[in-house]
Nanobody
Framework: QVQVVESGGGLVQAGESLRLACTSS????????LGWFRQAPGKEREGVSC????????YYSDFVKGRFTISRSNAENTVYLQMNSLEPEDTAMYYC????????????????WGQGTQVTVVS
């Protein structure tokens, strides 16, 4: 049974940092591209950052470039999202996905989704 589990969300002040982690089991971890997505209330889910199977390729959405960093450890079956200089606009549920294809477009993800971890940034 495949499991994808996010952790690390919380409530922080604007300007502070959080590190999200996503651990997967039940799948061949290095056979999947991984991504972080987010969904704010009343908005559609959007891609935040994605990383290729071997970690050699990364995508960042314009609204997080320079602030967020994605990384993965295939030995630990874990993908991370380091989020710095957080802004209230970053408040959302953050989801991790393991996909057979490398895409940061939510509807193109072919694989597995986690249940999400809430990030709330207050000013």
């Amino acid at each position: 049974q495949v499991q994808v589990v996010e952790s690390g969300g919380g409530l922080v002040q604007a300007g502070e940092s959080l590190r999200l982690a996503c651990t997967s089991s039940g799948l061949t971890f290095d056979g999947y591209a991984l991504g972080w997505f987010r969904q704010a209330p009343g908005k559609e889910r959007e891609g935040v950052s994605c990383i290729t199977r071997d970690g050699g390729g990364r995508y960042y959405s314009d609204f997080v470039k320079g602030r967020f960093t994605i990384s993965r450890s295939n030995a630990e079956n874990t993908v991370y999202l380091q989020m710095n200089s957080l802004e209230p606009e970053d408040t959302a549920m953050y989801y991790c996905a393991a996909s057979h294809i490398f895409s940061c477009v939510p509807r193109r993800v072919q694989g597995y989704w986690g249940q999400g971890t809430q990030v709330t940034v207050v000013s």
